[in-house]
Nanobody
Framework: QVQLVESGGGLVQAGGSLRLSCAAS????????MGWYRQALGKQRELVASITSAGSTNYADSAKGRFAIARDNAKNMVYLHLNSLKPEDTAVYYCAADVGSESASGYYDQRYWGQGTQVTVSS
């Protein structure tokens, strides 16, 4: 089993910044892509940013120029720096990781999700 634990959410005024962190632990052989998704009240979950193990990044249009994703492969962690926050960024932010693990049955890949962390931006 693999666990993802997010931290760093909170309440911030418009224009402010936050840093989200996500730590992966458990039965990990390797981690491929890691990413951050968000889900606002009444809306579908959407990709915010992702990063491969080699460091290639991908951002949603709403995140480009304001958010930055980074990872520490040695620590199995991924970060999301949120800058110039807007009220429309208010959502629960989820960490996701594509993890390869080994078991008695052999090697397998699975996507794992964190429990989510609330980001609230006041106007």
């Amino acid at each position: 089993q693999v666990q993802l634990v997010e931290s760093g959410g909170g309440l911030v005024q418009a224009g402010g910044s936050l840093r989200l962190s996500c730590a992966a632990s458990g039965s990990i052989f390797k981690i491929d892509a890691m990413g951050w998704y968000r889900q606002a009240l009444g809306k579908q979950r959407e990709l915010v940013a992702s990063i491969t193990s080699a460091g290639s990044t991908n951002y949603a249009d709403s995140a480009k120029g304001r958010f930055a994703i980074a990872r520490d492969n040695a620590k199995n962690m991924v970060y999301l720096h949120l800058n110039s926050l807007k009220p429309e960024d208010t959502a629960v932010y989820y960490c996701a990781a594509d993890v390869g693990s080994e078991s008695a049955s052999g090697y397998y890949d699975q996507r794992y999700w964190g429990q989510g962390t609330q980001v609230t931006v006041s106007s």
